[in-house]
């Protein structure tokens, strides 16, 4: 039976994929006979070329999408190879979880309290270094260049490439190639970027292409941050949904798949941009500069990853103290008195969140940890290793941006009247659920020292055992470490909920991005913590059951 899991979990990743395309590809084209279109034309891209805006919309999604990636992927290159064996390398390595749990919408939502013109840096400098006793007319939050929105991205960008990065060290034998380097006279910075970077680069590359895909067609940071008149393209294809025309949705399918090109450009682009670096790089060692200060790219490295963490702590501690302030006149750096009427107003309403949120995300992790579990125990008995294919099918998901078959998932589950069903809601999470289960499990699971599974055989038991009572309790923190990856992965999806739900399953982050244009601090700050903190819970339960677990058994603890 387990050979049949790594064919299911290839259906399950490429199969919503391709009905969701084949979905938007046809009414697109003209062709959705439920809605009148009998025959393929071309008026649904001619409606779609003259909707007003549509230009810069698409400009928008490209832009910020690749500028994000790129201060993403620098500042993270930066900072590896600056600081890669460091004390503060490995200070900064220990938030690396606590960040990325944090939802991109609760992120957002912070950053965006703290830069606002009454956020809390500019009341703490007001008046006596500002000068301000009233907020400054600035548009800092959803500015038309999208600023903010890409500063959104990098803030919870930069935690996942640094993860990523992170796995894939190893396997570049890193610190060997920088010892080389700094013997042959090489900077740390140079040293990285001639011996590790080109090995490291390959590793990461799929991971870049998922960050691009998602900067590009991001909704819930676009909501929050982005400009608005217009919107990035993917809030827009969010508000041809919503319209009670229905002859809109041909036009929202032919914009899903303007949302696909737009990300398939950015790629090019981006591979483009590979090639350059490749060519300078390449100039660069054949040149022999070995670079041997780099103090200010040290420093800036640092000084991006210091600031994201920064960025995203700070709000969330913004967000807490929203949801308690009382009266708050600016420029008071605090409350004029703390009160939890937020809390006790919003706290029928957080129940059914919270329980939405618990229910999808806790079955959606629970199925993907056991699909992944089952691929990589068949991995260990048959020896097969997936290969690049399998990998690339891994990714995407992450790849392909959900706007572009989102949609067409929900044009046919409405056809079939299977459209706001809980399974069908719980079966699009786990789609993006998996990839990241999978990818934080499976170097854990294949460095499980393979003389505990020798030593149980040579006693007479055979694989099952060895699965579930050698392998599992050895390897247990890991495992709920992944399966707190994919419930903060699936508390965090917006548009998955949204489209797929056909919101009648309201989680606490569709709740949270609801109320993006209320401009109720307090209840956006409530909600927003509750979201941040729902995944956080599950890292701490993840961390504290082993401990408890195997209080008694020490080795055993510090070896998994």
């Known amino acids: 039976m387990l050979r049949l899991v790594p064919p299911a979990i290839l259906?399950?990743?490429?199969?919503?994929?391709?009905?969701?395309?084949?979905?938007?590809?046809?009414?697109?084209?003209?062709?959705?006979?439920?809605?009148?279109?009998?025959?393929?034309?071309?008026?649904?891209?001619?409606?779609?070329?003259?909707?007003?805006?549509?230009?810069?919309?698409?400009?928008?999604?490209?832009?910020?999408?690749?500028?994000?990636?790129?201060?993403?992927?620098?500042?993270v290159l930066l900072f590896v190879g600056g600081w890669l064996g460091t004390r503060t390398f490995r200070l900064l390595q220990r938030l690396v979880s606590p960040l990325l749990s944090v939802p991109h919408a609760a992120a957002a939502f912070g950053l965006a309290l703290l830069i606002a013109p009454s956020g809390l840096p500019a009341r703490i400098l007001s008046p006596w270094l500002t000068g301000w006793t009233s907020p400054p007319d600035l548009l800092i939050v959803n500015d038309q260049t999208g600023i903010a929105m890409t500063a959104g991205l990098v803030i919870k960008?930069?935690?996942?490439?640094?993860?990523?990065?992170?796995?894939?060290?190893?396997?570049?034998?890193?610190?060997?190639?920088?010892?080389?380097?700094?013997?042959?006279?090489?900077?740390?910075?140079?040293?990285?970027?001639?011996?590790?970077?080109?090995?490291?680069?390959?590793?990461?590359?799929?991971p870049v292409f998922a960050v691009l895909a998602y900067a590009t067609s991001t909704v819930d940071v676009a909501l929050v941050l982005g400009p608005t008149t217009p919107p990035p393209l993917a809030v827009r294809l969010l508000d041809w949904h919503a319209d009670p025309d229905l002859g809109m949705r041909f036009v929202l399918a032919a914009g899903a798949i303007l949302q696909l090109a737009v990300t398939a450009a950015a790629i090019v682009a981006w591979v483009a941009l590979e090639q350059v670096c490749r060519g300078l790089l390449a100039a660069i060692a054949a040149a022999g500069r070995r670079g041997a200060r780099g103090r200010i790219a040290r420093a800036a490295g640092l000084l991006l990853v210091s600031v994201s963490a920064a960025s995203v702590l700070l709000g969330m501690a913004g967000l807490a103290l929203w949801s308690v302030a009382g009266p708050w006149r600016f420029p008071d750096a605090l409350p004029q008195h703390f009160t939890l009427d937020v809390w006790m107003r919003a706290a029928s309403g957080f129940r059914e969140a919270v329980g939405d949120a618990l229910l999808i995300g806790g079955a959606a992790s629970a199925l993907a940890l056991a699909l992944v579990l089952a691929a990589l125990e068949n991995e260990s008995r048959t020896g097969v290793r997936p290969g690049l294919k399998a990998l690339a099918a891994l990714?995407?998901?992450?790849?392909?941006?959900?706007?572009?078959?989102?949609f067409g998932l929900d044009l046919l589950a409405t056809g079939t009247g299977s459209d706001g069903m809980l399974v069908a809601v719980v079966m699009i999470h786990t789609l993006f659920v998996l990839p990241y289960v999978f990818l934080s499990l499976a170097d854990a699971w294949r460095s499980f020292d393979p003389r505990y599974a020798a030593v149980a055989r040579s006693l007479g038991r055979g694989p099952d055992f060895v699965f579930w009572r050698v392998r599992l309790p050895v390897l247990l923190r890991p495992v709920l470490t992944a399966l707190a990856v994919g419930f903060a992965v699936s508390?965090?999806?917006?548009?998955?909920?949204?489209?797929?739900?056909?919101?009648?399953?309201?989680?606490?982050?569709?709740?949270?991005?609801?109320?993006?244009?209320?401009?109720?601090r307090r209840v956006i700050g409530a909600t927003a913590l509750v979201q941040a903190l729902l995944p956080f819970l599950g890292f701490l339960l993840a961390a504290a059951l082993p401990a408890l677990l195997f209080r008694d058994r020490r080795a055993l603890r510090v070896g998994s």
Not at 174 to 201: D, I, K, N, Q
Not at 395 to 404: G, I, R
Request: glycine fraction near 12%; charge should be neutral; charged fraction near 10%.
């Open 11 to 75: 259906l399950i990743l490429i199969g919503p994929i391709a009905a969701g395309l084949l979905g938007v590809l046809l009414p697109a084209a003209g062709y959705l006979p439920a809605l009148g279109g009998d025959a393929l034309s071309p008026d649904p891209v001619r409606k779609l070329v003259a909707m007003p805006g549509l230009g810069t919309s698409v400009l928008l999604s490209f832009g910020t999408g690749l500028a994000a990636t790129a201060i993403s992927v620098l500042a």
């Open 395 to 406: 990714y995407l998901p992450l790849v392909v941006p959900q706007a572009a078959f989102l």
């Open 491 to 520: 508390v965090g999806l917006y548009l998955p909920t949204l489209i797929v739900g056909a919101g009648r399953w309201p989680t606490i982050t569709t709740e949270a991005v609801a109320l993006a244009s209320s401009g109720d």
């Open 157 to 206: 960008e930069i935690p996942f490439l640094l993860l990523m990065t992170l796995a894939a060290l190893p396997q570049t034998r890193a610190r060997e190639r920088l010892e080389l380097m700094t013997s042959l006279g090489y900077g740390r910075l140079a040293g990285f970027a001639v011996g590790v970077l080109p090995v490291l680069y390959g590793q990461l590359r799929l």
